[in-house]
């Protein structure tokens, strides 16, 4: 069984400053791997996702994440936070092998931007 | 395109009423999610479908819980008797095999 854990459920960072937001998988497989964010009260949004090919994934608003698979990790940054980035934020994960489409999602990150 | 359209946006009902919510997926995709989302339980995975057919539906709560996908563009959650537990935002989202999930703005259900 396939999992994703997110470490920290908040984080926050002041306006112009790097953020981070970790994430780590546990696959017997390379899996697909996503990034989606929620702003209130809207659904999630696709960030970005790794499925094969390059490890450095660039996403939208200016956000990357790279697929270590020696450290089994898809850590989400952007070299300077804006006001806007302020949301939820859920990494993914999905079985390439399975034949199905299901995702497990992890229990999110809250970013706060500290003007 | 669209999106994922989810109707209604909010809902508001009395315990014991029937609610179904309604959701039209992206044209082309074949997977179509039902999630819940809450404070206490962040999102669960209720049932999902590939090709019109229930695939997994471990998830839905209990009996009350039915969805439904009669054909490609169209798919129902329905709770039958409500209960102010099932109070909580549901999503649908659809997807083709490996481009990551789109989901709708949701419905947020109150039952009171």
């Known amino acids: 069984a396939q999992s994703v854990t997110q470490l920290g459920s908040h984080v926050s960072v002041s306006e112009g400053a790097l953020v981070l937001l970790r994430c780590n998988y546990s696959?017997?497989?390379?899996?697909?791997l996503f990034w989606y964010v929620q702003y209130p009260n809207q659904g999630l949004q696709l960030l970005l996702k790794?499925?094969?090919?390059?490890?450095l994934v660039k996403g939208i608003n200016g956000f990357e994440a790279e697929f270590k698979k020696s450290e089994t990790s898809f850590h989400l940054t952007k070299p300077s936070a804006h006001m806007s980035d302020a949301a939820e934020y859920f990494c993914?994960?999905?079985?390439?092998?399975?034949?199905?489409?299901?995702?497990?999602f992890g229990t999110g990150t809250r970013l706060t931007i500290i003007p | 395109d669209a999106g994922v359209i989810q109707s209604p946006r909010h809902e508001v009902t009395e315990m014991g009423q029937e609610v179904t919510l309604r959701c039209k997926p992206i044209?082309?995709?074949?997977?179509l999610f039902w999630y819940r989302q809450t404070m206490m339980r962040g999102l669960e995975l209720l049932i999902y479908?590939?090709?019109?057919?229930?695939?997994?539906d471990s998830g839905m709560p209990e009996d009350r819980f039915s969805a439904k996908m009669p054909n490609a563009s169209f798919s129902t959650l329905k709770i039958q008797p409500s209960e102010p537990r099932d109070s909580a935002v549901y999503f649908c989202?659809?997807?083709?095999?490996?481009?990551?999930?789109?989901f709708g703005s949701g419905t947020r259900l109150t039952v009171v």
């Open positions: 989202a659809s997807s083709f095999k490996g481009g990551g999930y789109t």
């Open positions: 696959s017997s497989v390379p899996p697909y």
């Open positions: 790794y499925t094969t090919g390059a490890t």
């Open positions: 993914a994960v999905s079985d390439k092998f399975s034949g199905n489409e299901k995702l497990t």
């Open positions: 044209s082309g995709h074949d997977y």
């Open positions: 479908f590939n090709n019109n057919v229930p695939i997994d």
